[in-house]
């Protein structure tokens, strides 16, 4: 069966610090990969689009890599501040539909 | 450019009874999807509006329905409520030139909780 796994429910990270989130799939063959941002009681806000033939993307602190041998994206956010505080989701986007992950909250403590 | 919109941000309805929602796609935008998000399943899929026409379906009963009027506004329905339905419901718009679905705009959404 197709299904999207975002590792890890939740992270905590120091201030400052890299945290890496990850994102795998089996049995889909997505065009693109999205990552999104969603705060508390608010919808998603798009962060990054990544396309099968691009093995990375970059947007000031935030990377995305793309790895479609083994099916699976890693968001990376550098020098980590407590306003990245959120749950980030990964989306791909196989054809003409966007299936989400059930995203990782992610925690940055001062 | 106005963002998403999305009437009312909030709803309480008993069992039984039926919903409308309603979102106003970010002007120039085509395309109107509509989610389900709760804590247990996550960000779901409902439906997807191009041009007035549903273009893709999610996995949900028929006594969820939408409809896109001309301007590109969409509304949905849920008929007969069950608590399960109790969610935050996201509409999200994308210009989606080329007939693929692009990067997605979301609304702040309206949480409905049923009783």
């Known amino acids: 069966s197709q299904k999207i796994e975002q590792n890890s429910e939740a992270l905590n990270i120091q201030e400052g610090k890299t945290a890496t989130l990850t994102c795998n799939y089996t049995?889909?063959?997505?065009?693109?990969l999205q990552w999104y941002r969603q705060d508390p009681g608010r919808g998603p806000v798009f962060l990054l689009l990544i396309r099968e033939n691009e093995k990375e993307k970059r947007k000031e602190r935030l990377k995305v890599t793309f790895d479609t041998t083994l099916k699976q994206s890693l968001f990376h956010i550098t020098a980590s501040q407590p306003a990245d505080s959120a749950t980030y989701l990964c989306a791909l986007l196989p054809q003409f539909k966007i299936i989400f992950g059930s995203g990782t909250r992610l925690s940055i403590r001062p | 450019k106005a963002g998403v919109t999305q009437t009312p941000r909030y709803l309480i309805k008993t069992r039984g009874q039926q919903v409308t929602l309603s979102c106003s796609p970010i002007?120039?935008?085509?395309?109107v999807s509509w989610y389900q998000q709760t804590p247990g399943q996550g960000l779901q899929f409902l439906f997807e509006?191009?041009?007035?026409?549903?273009?893709n379906k999610g996995n949900f009963p028929g006594r969820f329905s939408g409809r896109q009027f001309s301007n590109s506004r969409s509304e949905m329905n849920v008929s007969t409520l069950e608590l399960g339905d109790s969610a935050l419901y996201l509409c999200a718009s994308s210009f989606d030139d080329r007939g693929r679905t692009d990067t997605q705009y979301f609304g702040p959404g309206t949480r409905l909780t049923v009783l």
């Open positions: 509006y191009f041009s007035e026409t549903q273009r």
């Open positions: 049995n889909y063959s997505p065009a693109y």
């Open positions: 002007s120039g935008h085509r395309s």
